[in-house]
């Protein structure tokens, strides 16, 4: 496609309605952004749903995410969920948007998912016009075209990725395609166009979206919160220059998050006594969360810890993920042990306090925050040390499925990145699922009612992570339970701790859909982990 000429500073403040009129059917869109708001261009998504309800165009377009983007509800992705207005969506993550998976489960779209830092990646590669993505990440999971090729549903016909052979090893090329739209969100605009992301709580994968649409020949339309007179944002200030910029809407009612409407110390500018003032007031909440009633979660939390400072670096490079780690995350804040380690999170910040639930991704008082693209050029390259994961279920080649359950698209979001990447994960979770009763707090734990739905399967619906990658790879991997604990050795999962209270048969198991090797040493785990 042929570069267009640089649009006049006059020219580039529009309208919402405007903005969304650039969009062509057939586009292909690149949306950014994660759950709870983050980095959300909202009123522009808004805006592209008015426009097809009121006139039925756009039409037909692909729409390309790398993370979750939306509240389960209204907004998000869930403004693009109507069956015409999308043909093809290639998402990270999807949980997001209900109504988008319903759409998937119906056949009514094609359905592909990407690791959401592949996505990221592979953005800055289409904007470098080089040949897609070569990469380790993906394979032997749902990415890889011998395991699916990213396709979730029957209309996705095509692999978003072939294997290729360099230099005597295997490697994914992920392909590339334009980008005819990116749809990006930021802090302020100049009069000239300039975008600053100062008051963002992240930066995710602004600049390789944009970079992506502005050398496709395609559109870059950027959301902001204010408009800044001529050479109000210092030289590097700027994130993203004027000339690549096609659009720019101010949304004046622009928010950190969906019920933040502005916190300095998500962006990161607080500074001397009252960043002080507010980290300890962080840390007074963590303590006062992980002293919430002990359950569960708690006791995974505390067996996992053990393993944090037993990676054989002074301060290990860390990433926690959603569900059980975050009670990981609180474990070691509480204990007052954050500088022990670096924290990172995949959307490119590093240490602060670590939000959970819809907050995923934010981080209060954050040490650095880098591009989406570059932390995960970080994890790929060997940086991670630990990582802290959820599982939907595992099996007895210790594959662990979280893309894909009972049949509904899911998505990895960062997990494949991560989770392929560390040399050490500990993957945390419950043992079963759906109508599990269980008490604990004095020392034992005690299975009340067994649950309805295995986690720990012969065979997993769909691979995320791949145990005998994991093998080749020399990582260390342990899958832990309130239960029992496991880890990957070359003869499948290992069974080597059990909680105390627990009958090995009928609570270990007789609940497995596989007989797992036994660690002739069974260790019984300390009453401590399981003290109230």
């Not at 999308?86 to 949980?95: A, E, K, L, Q, S």
């Not at 408009?227 to 659009?247: F, S, T």
């Not at 962006?267 to 359950?295: C, K, M, N, T, Y």
């Not at 009972?406 to 699922?433: S, W």
Request: hydrophobic share 40%; net charge neutral; charged share 20%.
């Amino acid at each position: 496609m042929p570069m267009k000429p640089p649009s006049s500073p006059a020219s580039l403040f529009v309208t919402a309605a405007e903005a969304a009129a650039l969009i062509r059917d057939g586009d292909t869109v690149g949306l950014m952004g994660g759950g709870g708001g983050l980095m959300e261009a909202t009123h522009l998504f808004q805006a592209v749903q008015q426009r097809f309800l009121s006139t039925g165009a756009p039409r037909q377009l692909t729409l390309l995410h790398a993370l979750g983007i939306g509240d389960k509800k209204t907004r998000g992705v869930n403004c693009f969920a109507h069956e015409g207005l999308v043909r093809r969506v290639i998402g990270g993550h999807w949980v997001w948007s209900p109504a988008m998976q319903q759409l998937a489960q119906d056949e009514k779209i094609e359905a592909y998912i990407l690791p959401g830092g592949v996505s990221s990646q592979l953005m800055r590669e289409i904007g470098a016009g080089r040949p897609g993505l070569f990469t380790h990440v993906g394979l032997g999971t749902v990415c890889d075209p011998r395991q699916g090729g990213g396709r979730m549903n029957a209309s996705a016909r095509e692999d978003l990725a072939e294997v290729v052979q360099l230099d005597g090893r295997e490697y994914l090329r992920y392909k590339p395609f334009p980008i005819h739209v990116a749809l990006v969100r930021a802090s302020s605009a100049d009069e000239d166009g300039n975008i600053g992301f100062e008051h963002e709580a992240a930066n995710l994968d602004a600049q390789s979206l944009a970079l992506a649409a502005r050398n496709s020949g395609g559109k870059v339309i950027v959301q902001v919160g204010e408009r800044l007179p001529r050479g109000a944002l210092k030289a590097r200030e700027v994130r993203i220059p004027a000339a690549w910029v096609d659009a720019i809407v101010v949304d004046p009612d622009q928010r950190t998050s969906y019920d933040i409407a502005f916190d300095p110390a998500f962006s990161g500018e607080l500074v001397g006594p009252a960043r002080q003032a507010a980290e300890a007031a962080d840390h007074a909440a963590e303590v006062a969360a992980a002293q919430e009633r002990f359950g569960e979660r708690q006791a995974i939390a505390r067996r996992a810890a053990q393993e944090l400072f037993n990676t054989g670096k002074a301060r290990p490079v860390v990433n926690y993920g959603v569900g059980v780690p975050d009670a990981v995350a609180r474990l070691v804040a509480a204990r007052n042990e954050q500088h022990r380690i670096f924290q990172t999170i995949e959307h490119g910040t590093y240490g602060g306090t670590l939000m959970d639930g819809v907050l995923f991704g934010y981080a209060r008082n954050a040490h650095a925050m880098l591009d989406a693209a570059t932390q995960f050029d970080f994890y790929a390259g060997g940086g991670l040390d630990i990582a802290f994961l959820g599982f939907g279920e595992f099996d007895a080649q210790g594959n662990v499925n979280v893309s894909r359950l009972g049949g509904l698209t899911v998505g990895p979001g960062g997990f494949i990145d991560i989770a392929q990447n560390a040399r050490k994960v500990v993957f945390c979770g419950t043992f079963a699922a759906k109508g599990v009763q269980l008490q604990t707090g004095d020392g034992r734990m005690t299975v009340l009612r067994q649950g309805e739905v295995r986690k720990l399967v012969q065979q997993v619906e769909q691979i995320t992570f791949s145990g005998p990658q994991g093998l080749r790879r020399g990582q260390q991997v342990f899958y832990l339970t309130e239960r029992a604990s496991f880890r990957l050795t070359p003869r499948g999962v290992e069974l080597f701790e059990l909680a105390p209270g627990i009958d090995l048969q009928r609570d270990v198991l007789g609940q497995m859909d596989f007989v797992p090797p036994i660690d002739p040493d069974l260790q019984v785990l300390p009453a401590g982990l399981f003290l109230a």
